[in-house]
């Protein structure tokens, strides 16, 4: 198979601030496993859910690919040590500050032939943080997650999310 470069549409994971405010900005956490099982995303899903108290929301890339994501909104600095504390595999190490001084983006669109991302599942936490409503209404209507449960209904907050389009390898 050849690669091309081709055009891709994500968003990213901040929601409010100056993207050059970095360490004042709000984001959710987004995390992508590529060719990882899918037992193993959802046991890395609970825990990351457990430990953090966020929500977690598993959607399947592509064969073996997935998207993790909250949308909980998270000071910068959290949202990059949940990230940092994800294990990629069951043997491999937790690595901290994986994402230090970068934004995190996610594939929201087609990719040549592979569709969106589509919903799993979710682990739900208590209302310990507020919600992205314009986060959550982009991934419902693209990804078909399910609506939320009944105890979000104050925790919404308006935010402004930013799309990225970008190059990618892709296999044709």
């Not at 198979?1 to 993207?19: A, H, Y």
């Not at 004042?24 to 037992?39: A, T």
């Not at 690919?65 to 949940?82: C, E, V």
Request: a positive charge; proline letters at 6%.
């Amino acid at each position: 198979m050849q690669q091309n470069k081709i055009r891709v549409f994500g968003i990213t994971s901040l929601c409010s601030t100056d993207p050059k405010q970095r360490y004042g900005s709000e984001h959710l956490f987004f995390f992508e496993f590529d060719n990882i099982d899918y037992k193993f995303v959802i046991e890395e899903s609970e825990r990351i859910h457990n430990r953090f108290s966020i929500d977690i929301y598993v959607l399947q890339s592509s064969e073996r690919n997935y998207h993790i994501l909250t949308f909980d909104i998270l000071p910068y600095r959290l949202a990059n040590k949940i990230g940092g504390n994800i294990r990629l595999e069951s043997d491999y190490p937790i690595i901290f500050e994986r994402f230090i001084d970068c934004f995190l983006t996610l594939r929201i669109w087609l990719k040549g032939k592979k569709q969106p991302p589509n919903y799993l599942t979710r682990f739900i936490s208590p209302n310990k943080f507020k919600k992205s409503f314009e986060h959550y209404e982009i991934y419902k209507v693209l990804c078909d997650i399910p609506k939320p449960p009944p105890h979000y209904k104050d925790c919404w907050q308006h935010t402004k999310p930013y799309f990225v389009s970008y190059l990618s390898n892709h296999n044709i």
